[in-house]
């Protein structure tokens, strides 16, 4: 569905994608992930022409997208960023002046349908400048989907939403892939939403890929990272240095410690350092995924 | 069929934006002035413009009447009108990129080329949509107030006598005229629209580059005489030229004369070569241009 080979793009001195590659295959929710600044919006933003690549090449639909810009575009809805839209007219009305953009011709009832599948048939004539952000944010989404795309792209589109409006935009992606076979790129820096809604995954760092895969294949729950806050952190450290642990061990704040280790270990590492005379106050496992994109995005880097 | 869509849908934006008014408001609310004032006081601002011929001629008929209202009119306001015209050219492009809907419109499968040819129409359309309700206002509604007579245009060396049966083709080349001036105005507007990711900086910097180039024009110094051609504000009130008549032997207006056309001419084709300077170059930097809003 998508390629993209070798792609990069500098603004003056500053390398904000560098030679990235990667594949989105039909059907398939593939998440995007990096922290803010990583290079994900810039990489969208060339997925969709808005600006040029200083080298690679993209394909859509096995098309040049440079060649074949608009016959592929006619296959994509997209919401780049923030969900900006035309504060003066209605939500209807925004919709369908986007909806006059596409090679299709698209009706009044497609356009409310469209608007029904967003949650917002009963908002449509009111202006936009007195939508909440999550609206907007829907209505963003509803403005991609209008014209009924094969291929997806939202750029985090949970951004600045609350936990209901995080779910909704969740249960909404599921519902595209599972009911309507929609292929579907989708960045955010959440680690956890990229979790939950997609099949595949990508992590850049500072404009290049870190690592490419399943989530089901790099969320490994065998591996634990663990928080250790205890009555003597800096003699707890030291215990551990001399244990097998000593390697995956760190300061992760002032007063805790951290620790990657395997899931059947936990019990001993606990014992070790009661028996060791040290008070345990918490221990917590982080979310694996979470655990294992902070260790990649710190600077290790996977070929 | 996919431009003409286009050009639609900016339309349908230009005329639901409040901004939009303005301008239209602003043109009636001066033109209404002026005509108020000239309704009250004309007769005291003829006699004194006219000193100086009563004693050598015999001055009858309605002399402040519609047509000299226009050219009045139009004479004060095509100076100013270029602001409104950039309030709506200098927002085109920059007012999308300020709020973010350029982007979303690049993600549709239009072509940029097409996208700037479409707003461009669409800017052009407002600007002589501004031009006809100024020409309501300026001539029409100035002919149904102070009637119509015999045009007499005073300069401060001579005075001109246009044939009321002579006129209302004049004006309508002016207006012509006009609309090519002001479509420059707006060419230039939206070409700097394309730099900006807010509409201020286009509309001051138009109007910046209209007062340079007017002061440059009115300074007669040697230095900046080789400039004035080709600069476009000395061409833009050529449209007073075709009240410019030519005389008979008898000197008797020749009905139907223009004393220069071919000045006319060559200043509406300076403005047409900046049109479509202006444009193409617009189209060419959009075409390259990284969408960072």
């Known amino acids: 569905m998508l390629s993209v080979n070798h792609l990069s793009k500098s603004f ?129 989404i509803a403005v991609a989907l209008v014209h009924n795309p094969d291929f997806i792209i939202l750029d985090e589109p949970t951004n600045g939403l609350d936990p209901q409006g995080i779910a909704d935009i969740r249960n909404l992606i599921l519902m595209l892939s599972r009911d309507r076979g929609k292929t579907i790129l989708v960045s955010s820096h959440l680690l956890s939403e990229i979790e939950q809604v997609a099949d595949s995954m990508l992590i850049i760092n500072k404009g290049k890929k870190v690592v490419e895969g399943k989530v089901n294949e790099l969320v490994n729950p065998e591996k634990l990272q663990l928080e250790i806050v205890s009555t003597d952190n800096p003699k707890a450290l030291e215990l551990l240095s001399e244990t097998v642990w000593s390697k995956s061990t760190s300061r992760s704040t002032a007063h805790r410690i951290s620790v990657e280790i395997n899931a059947g270990e936990v019990a001993a590492l606990n014992k070790y350092l009661v028996d060791n005379n040290i008070g345990i106050t918490s221990l917590r496992s982080m979310n694996s995924l979470e655990a294992y994109f902070l260790s990649l995005t710190s600077g290790n880097e996977v070929s | 069929m996919k431009f003409l869509n286009i050009v639609n849908i900016e339309l349908y934006k230009i005329f639901r934006k409040p901004r939009t008014y303005i301008a239209f408001g602003a043109v009636a609310a001066i033109v209404g002035l002026i005509q108020l004032g000239f309704y009250a006081d004309g007769d005291s601002y003829m006699q004194f413009g006219l000193q100086s011929f009563t004693d050598s001629f015999d001055i009858q008929g309605n002399i402040m009447n519609g047509y000299l209202m226009a050219y ?66 300026a001539l029409g509604i100035s002919m ?74 009115t300074l007669d110094l040697p230095i900046f005489s080789s400039l004035k051609p080709f600069l476009f504000t000395s061409h833009m009130l050529g449209w007073k030229g075709f009240f410019d008549v030519t005389v008979n032997e008898n000197n008797e207006q020749i009905i139907g004369s223009i004393e220069n056309l071919r000045a006319v001419l060559y200043s509406a084709g300076i403005l047409f070569l900046h049109i479509v300077g202006f444009l193409v170059a617009s189209i060419l930097i959009f075409r390259k241009k990284d969408i960072m809003s």
């Open chain 1, 12 to 140: 003056g001195s500053f390398q904000a994608v560098n030679d990235l590659s990667f594949e989105v295959n039909q059907g398939e929710v593939y998440g995007f992930l990096g922290q803010n600044g990583a290079g994900k919006s810039t990489t969208i933003r060339m997925i969709l022409s808005l600006i040029r690549p200083t080298s690679g090449n993209i394909e859509i639909f096995g098309k040049s997208l440079y060649a074949e810009r608009e016959a592929i575009l006619q296959r994509i809805g997209a919401v780049v960023e923030k969900p900006d839209l035309y504060r003066y007219l209605s939500g209807y009305e925004n919709l369908s002046l986007f909806a006059k953009l596409s090679a299709n011709r698209i009706s009044k009832a497609e356009i409310m349908d469209c608007l029904a599948l967003v949650g917002l048939d009963k908002r449509a004539k009111d202006p936009v400048r007195v939508y909440s952000q999550g609206m907007k944010q829907r209505l963003g």
């Open chain 2, 72 to 137: 009045i009119i139009l004479q004060l306001l095509l100076v100013h009108v270029p602001l409104l015209v950039a309030l709506v050219a200098g927002d085109m492009i920059s007012g999308e990129a300020a709020q973010g809907t350029l982007r979303v419109l690049l993600t549709k499968p239009i072509r940029r080329s097409t996208l700037i040819l479409a707003k461009f129409t669409a800017s052009g359309i407002y600007t002589i949509a501004l031009l006809l309700w100024m020409a309501v206002w």
């Open chain 2, 144 to 217: 149904l107030v102070f009637g119509v007579d015999d045009m007499l245009i005073l300069k401060s060396d001579s005075a001109t006598q246009i044939m009321a049966s002579d006129v209302m083709w004049r004006y309508l080349a002016a207006f012509v005229f006009a609309a090519i001036a002001l479509l420059t105005v707006s060419a230039l507007s939206f070409f700097l629209s394309l730099f900006a990711e807010n509409s201020i900086g286009p509309i001051m910097a138009t109007m910046s580059i209209i007062i340079v180039f007017t002061i440059l024009n």
